[in-house]
């Protein structure tokens, strides 16, 4: 494959299909892919990056079997449990890192959805947070119903996360306490709701490059704008920690891919990054344009001030709506 020509046909508007993906993905070796998903990215995103954070604003407990979740109440991971955080904790930590330089922020819960008492606390803080904090608010709250969407985005949410995790075909070898369609169904009720939607998911959980991509497809034809890509942590106690960890190139290949597949969406590197040996500086050059900045859920990650200062090395700007 010309992976030149193909780059040119996608910067004048050009779609590839599965197949083309396909052949990227068996034909072509990271580093060439990298240097033209970097071109697709300049093309359509320019020099802009998005950079975000995130709190665990409820920890454990969580009913759902996601293999690789150290939250989960099936596996005896020693993970941290406590009920939603006090308002004040979020509301400072969102400022925080608001004047630190991040323009974006989530409430992440643990749990299959929130309880209505639930649901009215952390809607309370989003207003609140909309009121004293000027940065743009994301949510993530598992499989909410279209009506909690909708307090949501009344509250002052705009972006939802859901994550599809990996493909269609996939997805009961990882989980099968709620289905894909679920997540599809809760996808499409958020941008019903008014909501953009963040959704991505995890490489490294035993799935094929050929599973990669058909969620790649998957998320194009949902419409996603932001796609974060998680690369396995491996957590001890739960039924993925034997896995191995996947080699750089393969990660840099996987998202050069993305960004065939997904060319003007924020391409968004996510929990895993601290493992790197760069801590994502080669994928920054390699089609990335997003990333979740801090601490992810339940393990360590890369502080803000070290991710702006490489971002802004690389040659980005550091956008709000990147």
């Given at each position: 494959m010309n992976i030149k020509a193909l780059t040119e046909k996608i910067k004048s508007g050009y779609e590839i299909s599965r197949e083309e993906a396909l052949e990227l993905a068996y034909t072509s070796n990271a580093e060439a892919l990298a240097v033209y998903a970097d071109k697709i990215r300049e093309h359509f995103c320019g020099m802009d990056f998005n950079l975000c954070t995130i709190i665990n604003g409820k920890s454990g407990r969580c009913s759902e079997n996601c293999a690789y979740c150290a939250q989960s109440v099936w596996f005896n991971t020693c993970v941290e449990e406590y009920p939603l955080l006090p308002e004040e904790i979020v509301v400072e930590s969102a400022s925080s890192n608001y004047r630190q330089g991040v323009h974006r922020f989530s409430i992440v819960t643990s749990g299959k959805q929130l309880e209505d008492e639930e649901l009215d606390a952390v809607c309370h803080i989003y207003r609140k947070l909309a009121k004293t904090t000027p940065i743009g608010l994301c949510a993530s709250h598992g499989l909410l119903s279209y009506e909690a969407l909708l307090?949501?985005?009344?509250?002052?949410?705009?972006?939802?996360?859901?994550?599809?995790?990996?493909?269609?075909?996939?997805?009961?070898?990882?989980?099968?306490?709620?289905?894909?369609?679920?997540?599809?169904?809760?996808?499409?009720?958020?941008?019903?709701?008014?909501?953009?939607?963040?959704?991505?998911?995890?490489?490294?959980?035993?799935?094929?490059?050929?599973?990669?991509?058909?969620?790649?497809?998957?998320?194009?034809?949902?419409?996603?704008?932001?796609?974060?890509?998680?690369?396995?942590?491996?957590?001890?106690?739960?039924?993925?920690?034997?896995?191995?960890?996947?080699?750089?190139?393969?990660?840099?290949?996987?998202?050069?891919?993305?960004?065939?597949?997904?060319?003007?969406?924020?391409?968004?590197?996510?929990?895993?990054?601290?493992?790197?040996?760069?801590?994502?500086?080669?994928?920054?050059?390699?089609?990335?344009?997003?990333?979740?900045?801090?601490?992810?859920?339940?393990?360590?990650?890369?502080?803000?001030?070290?991710?702006?200062?490489?971002?802004?090395?690389?040659?980005?700007?550091?956008?709000?709506?990147?």
């Open positions: 307090k949501l985005r009344k509250s002052g949410v705009t972006r939802y996360h859901n994550n599809l995790e990996t493909s269609e075909d996939f997805f009961a070898k990882i989980c099968t306490t709620h289905t894909y369609s679920d997540k599809k169904a809760v996808i499409r009720d958020a941008q019903r709701a008014g909501l953009e939607v963040c959704s991505g998911g995890i490489i490294g959980l035993g799935e094929s490059m050929e599973d990669r991509i058909d969620m790649a497809f998957t998320l194009k034809q949902l419409g996603v704008r932001s796609v974060p890509l998680n690369v396995l942590n491996p957590i001890p106690g739960t039924p993925l920690e034997g896995n191995g960890r996947l080699a750089y190139d393969e990660i840099i290949h996987t998202a050069a891919i993305f960004r065939f597949v997904l060319p003007n969406v924020q391409l968004r590197l996510a929990g895993g990054r601290a493992l790197f040996p760069d801590k994502g500086k080669r994928l920054m050059k390699g089609g990335v344009n997003a990333a979740i900045s801090g601490d992810m859920l339940t393990t360590a990650g890369i502080a803000t001030n070290e991710d702006i200062a490489m971002i802004k090395a690389i040659g980005f700007e550091v956008k709000a709506n990147a």
